[in-house]
């Protein structure tokens, strides 16, 4: 567990609730809220900061954003009455998806227009990410009945009541990944159990044994994993940086083993994709997990060792990951619940909801005009700070490279990903840089839709 | 892409009825940053020049004479100073608003500015019926907005498109800040054709395969 080092967004709240119930002067405040842990080293700047964006100011003094303070000489008071309202409508930090509303088809079936909204009877209410998983045909348990989905329109799941059984639904939890240490003793491990197997799979049994008190059947399964691995490719070894590289007809991919965690490879992967995209001209996606990360070609691709180093070079490391994170969706939708906290959108808005925008209105629209207009806005660097500090940890990603070069890096080819790459925990998908334009993107998708592989030329118009 | 033997579709997501020289757009939402605004939220203004770049860009690159607004131009209709600055920026430009049809956001529309061309049962461009698309449709051809489509496939590709029908033509919103709604395995849309901007292939969405023989969904790349 960790204590978020002066999280901005939730200081807006704060302060926003401070000025609700009194005037305070800006010295008065930064003293008070600087007792409380999260905020003992808080800088006058940031505070400066949340203030100037309370008060509708952008850092070059000119307005901005609606003033939600108001300032009488050098206190600062709540603007009005209104904004006390959406304060109380609005005060909190848990994040919730905006719900999905359900309504039950009327016997005729048909669609739903504006006008004939009112003949679906609306039953309830579902998760945005359980709706976004149901395909047409699926049945769920909802308010006592078994209903089928049929098709979503304007955000509207539609269903029909059928008699049967529904699915029991099921939710993906992100687990926590492995802490760093955790991660690096892992990787001792295999070591350890590398060396002890080319004693013997008995001489591994015994270690385990003795060293970790494993028996049974779990003792016998993990000697059987190490044996696969060694058989199926190699456990690398302390000297030694293994690339795995498995051929497809639908491309190359590259798995890299290292000695960190997800969110140490997740750096790593953001800055490969990166240089890979821009010196090789390849659309590239990638998979990070702890103990690894993976780049996807979808054309075949011979990457040797040494083209691996350049890749996994120490030179330009940080200005590449900057530039990485700055234009990744991670950053986009952190920034959406940053600004969410921050109060900048609102779960409760004052009158009719606005729903043209989508959820996602912040990431793809907001982001854009308050980068454009304000690159150095605080809420801004909230969100890179706690992606750099939770997704991504680049102390560790360069800790690895600094130690690259002393190490052998072996690219091994196998018709098959191996038993380590297939039990990489914390799986997630990882950065994507694409060097294709948009009527290449769909060129691809119309591949995938019909099957054919001859897209050449389809562009030439 | 031209479909429907007079419309002509492009990339700036507009339809272009080329025997009248008309353009038809939809779903402009001018003035959703202000209308977020207005129900509390901090979010800055946005230049109407920057939100119908699209629009410039489309009369620079096809010339069209007139244009025709198939509803929600505004995202509140009561933003008069909004209306004036668009009719004073089409004045600019150069075509002929020939007609808005009011859509669902634009209610109080005309109550707004008076000299805004408002056409509340639709508007006929050839033997088309331009309507919003949020009321029963009538049984000429028609052309309309109000469903945002939207062409998504996994995480990557999310482009706004038209979908046509021999009678029918549903253009995808200009507005850039609209979401849209996923058409690919929609079974609404079944009856639909897909085109893209290559002619030469065409596809109809079943089960996540095409089928050559139909199609008619130009996926804007703008």
């Known amino acids: 567990l960790r204590v978020p080092s002066h999280p901005l967004d939730v200081l807006c709240q704060q302060l926003l609730g401070m000025a ?43 307005t901005w954003l609606p003033a939600r303070l108001r300032w009488d000489d050098d206190e600062f008071t709540i603007l009005d009455a209104r904004t006390t309202r959406l304060l109380r409508r609005n005060i909190g930090t848990i994040l919730a998806e905006e719900p999905r509303q359900v309504r039950l088809r009327n016997e005729e079936g ?4 504006d006008e004939s909204r009112s003949s679906f009877r609306l039953i309830g209410e579902v998760d945005e990410s359980f709706a976004e998983r149901l395909q047409p045909g699926d049945r769920f348990l909802l308010a006592g009945r078994c209903l089928e989905f049929r098709h979503s329109e304007y955000s509207t799941l539609l269903v029909d009541e059928v008699i049967g059984k529904p699915a029991v639904p099921r939710w993906r939890g992100d687990g926590l990944p492995l802490a760093p240490e955790l991660a690096r003793r892992l990787y001792l ?69 290292t000695p960190l965690n997800r969110a140490g490879n997740d750096a790593l992967a953001r800055v490969a994709t990166l240089r890979v995209a821009r010196s090789h001209g390849h659309t590239v996606t990638s ?39 700055a234009e990744s969706v991670t950053l986009r939708e952190r920034f959406q619940c940053v600004a969410m906290t921050g109060l900048m959108l609102l779960r409760n808005p004052l009158g009719r909801r606005r729903r043209v925008g989508g959820p996602n209105w912040a990431e793809r629209r907001l982001f854009e005009h308050v980068r454009a207009a304000a690159p150095e806005f ?49 799986l997630a998908a990882g950065p994507v840089e694409s060097v294709e334009s948009p009527a290449e993107a769909l060129q691809r998708l119309h591949a995938a839709l019909t099957g054919s592989a001859d897209i050449a030329g389809a562009h030439a118009r | 892409m031209r479909v429907n033997k007079d419309w002509l579709l492009t990339p700036q997501r507009a339809a272009i009825h080329l025997p009248t020289a008309t353009a038809v757009i939809a779903d402009l939402h001018l003035g959703y940053n202000e209308a977020r ?14 939100v119908i770049a699209a629009l410039g860009s489309l009369l620079a690159v096809y010339e069209p004479q007139r244009l025709v607004i198939a509803g929600d131009l505004f995202e509140d209709g009561r933003c008069t100073t909004l209306a004036e600055a668009f009719l004073d920026w089409l004045r600019q430009a150069g075509p002929e608003l020939l007609g808005i ?17 408002i056409h509340s049962g639709g508007f006929s461009v050839g033997d088309w019926r331009v309507v919003h698309g949020d009321a029963k449709l009538p049984r000429q051809p028609v052309i309309q907005g109000h469903c945002h489509p939207r062409l998504r496939w996994g995480s990557r590709i999310a482009a706004p498109c038209f979908l046509i029908a021999a009678r029918h033509i549903i253009l995808p919103a200009f507005s850039t800040d609209a979401a849209g709604a996923n058409v690919f395995r929609n079974p609404q849309w079944r009856s639909y054709r897909c085109w893209r901007h290559c002619r030469r292939r065409s596809a109809r969405f079943r089960n996540g395969r095409c089928s050559p023989e139909t199609t008619e969904c130009v996926v804007s790349s703008s």
Request: aromatic share 8%.
């Open chain 1, 20 to 62: 609700a119930q009194h005037p305070w002067s800006a010295d008065e405040a930064l003293t008070l809220v600087r007792r409380a842990y999260p905020y003992r080293d808080l800088s006058r700047g940031d505070f400066d900061g949340c203030l100037d964006y309370l008060s509708g100011r952008h850092r070059e003094k000119h």
């Open chain 1, 110 to 113: 048909g669609t739903m227009n």
């Open chain 1, 189 to 257: 491990l295999r070591i350890q159990a590398a060396e002890a197997l080319r004693e013997g799979p008995s001489v591994l049994a015994d270690l385990l044994h003795r060293d970790y008190g494993l028996h049974g059947q779990a003792l016998t399964e993990l000697v059987t994993y190490f044996q696969r691995q060694e058989c199926a490719s190699e456990i690398p070894d302390a000297a030694t940086c293994l690339v795995e590289v498995v051929n497809h007809e639908r491309g190359t991919e590259y798995y890299v083993h």
């Open chain 1, 287 to 325: 998979l990070v997990a702890d103990l690894g990360f993976a780049l996807l070609f979808s054309k075949a691709t011979d990457i040797h060792a040494d083209r691996w180093r350049e890749i996994l070079a120490l030179d330009t490391f940080e200005a590449d990951l900057c530039h990485a994170l």
């Open chain 1, 378 to 426: 605080m809420l801004l660097l909230q969100a890179l700070r706690e992606v750099r500090e939770e997704c991504c940890d680049a102390d560790a990603a360069r800790a690895f490279l600094i130690e690259l070069p002393r190490l052998v890096l072996r690219c091994r080819r196998l018709p098959r990903v191996s038993p380590f790459v297939e039990s990489w925990t914390q």
């Open chain 2, 37 to 50: 605004r207005q129900a509390g939220e901090a979010v800055p203004q946005v230049e109407l020049d920057e």
């Open chain 2, 101 to 117: 049809v009011p859509g669902n956001h634009d209610r109080g529309l005309k109550r707004s500015d008076s000299r805004l061309p």
